[in-house]
T-cell receptor, first 114, second 113 residues
């Protein structure tokens, strides 16, 4: 069955370190998204991509970057981790056709920055 | 920009009670509207959707009607179960061709037996 996976599921890192969170989908979806979930804020969009070599900034993109070299993967990089980036991160993907923007979510990565 | 506002939580109900979770939105165009559910320790799943005014989305006993005149998309269920305990998110996308979602802050629902 097609799926979307994230790794690692849990990560503890130190302030100033570079961290990369992986997202892999086997739906063959063109569109991929990264969100962070924080209490009281719901999900906020960090970056998104509508296809290979396409990346766009979302609402809270400062301190984060993404690259899309193939259809299946959209890794999220924190260039220099800060305590404010402690959060749960969700990756999602969606197709182009009839499902009216239904996004399929991964299980999440809980990141703690000490 | 577009935004979604949900009723404050947490909400605690007894089993078989009637549920309403309010959701209102602000959008410049004609958005599609969604309810997503997040069970403990999991990612979000689409619960139901509506793509134009007066559409009713329904799934698993939950319903929501797209009300353009009141810019609302309230979630209802006639008789909740313990298994409905989860966090519920209202969301919109900026038209049927767009892909980005804007989420409300989420409402945590707990159902007691």
């Amino acid at each position: 069955d097609a799926e979307i996976t994230q790794s690692p599921r849990h990560k503890i890192t130190e302030t100033g370190r570079q961290v990369t969170l992986a997202c892999h989908q086997t739906w063959n979806h063109n569109n991929m998204f990264w969100y962070r979930q924080d209490l009281g804020h719901g999900l906020r969009l960090i970056h998104y991509s509508y296809g290979v070599q396409d990346t766009n900034k979302g609402e809270v993109s400062d301190g984060y970057s993404v690259s899309r070299s193939n259809t299946e993967d959209l890794p999220l990089t924190l260039e220099s981790a800060a305590s404010s980036q402690t959060s749960v991160y969700f990756c999602a993907s969606s197709g182009r056709l009839a499902n009216y923007n239904e996004q399929f979510f991964g299980p999440g990565t809980r990141l703690t920055v000490l | 920009g577009d935004s979604v506002t949900q009723m404050e939580g947490p909400v605690t109900l007894s089993e078989e009670a009637f549920l309403t979770i309010n959701c209102t939105y602000t959008a410049t165009g004609y958005p599609s509207l969604f309810w997503y559910v997040q069970y403990p320790g999991e990612g979000l799943q689409l619960l139901l959707k509506a793509t134009k005014a007066d559409d009713k989305g329904s799934n698993k006993g939950f319903e929501a009607t797209y009300r353009k005149e009141t810019t609302s998309f309230h979630l209802e269920k006639g008789s909740v179960q313990v298994s409905d305990s989860a966090v519920y998110f209202c969301a919109l996308s900026e038209g049927t061709g767009a892909q980005k979602l804007v989420f409300g802050q989420g409402t945590r629902l707990t159902i007691n037996p």
